[in-house]
Nanobody, 125 residues
């Protein structure tokens, strides 16, 4: 049973921090690749950060050095620590999982993911 439930969104001033969490079902946390995807109003979904296992990570250039993705397998939870937030980080943030193997260059492609949470809103002003 695939289940992804995000939490932790909110409103913050530019320069602030937020931590998003995604509670996954026991089955979903075993997915090959999990990640965070965001969608700003009027824009397509954009891959932000991904993790394979608990160590292999990738980040969009726009968030490198500011965001950190991590996975706690014992708690079936995926996290996204977001620091130095900018207004352009505003959007709906979705937790996503892929049970298919993805090449490195595919992992930030939102269209490669088939399992999604309902999203949590982040607003930076």
């Amino acid at each position: 049973h695939v289940q992804l439930v995000e939490s932790g969104g909110g409103s913050v001033q530019a320069g602030g921090s937020l931590t998003l969490s995604c509670l996954a079902s026991v089955y979903t946390v075993t997915a090959y690749c999990m990640g965070w995807v965001r969608q700003a109003p009027g824009k397509e979904r954009e891959g932000v950060a991904t993790i394979v296992g608990t160590k292999i990570t990738s980040y969009a250039d726009s968030v490198k050095g500011r965001f950190t993705i991590s996975k706690d397998k014992a708690k079936n939870t995926l996290h996204l620590q977001m620091n130095s937030l900018k207004p352009e980080d505003t959007g709906a943030y979705y937790c996503a999982a892929s049970f298919s193997g993805l090449r490195w260059e595919q992992r930030l492609d939102a269209t490669k993911y088939r399992s999604w949470g309902k999203g949590t809103q982040v607003t930076v002003s």
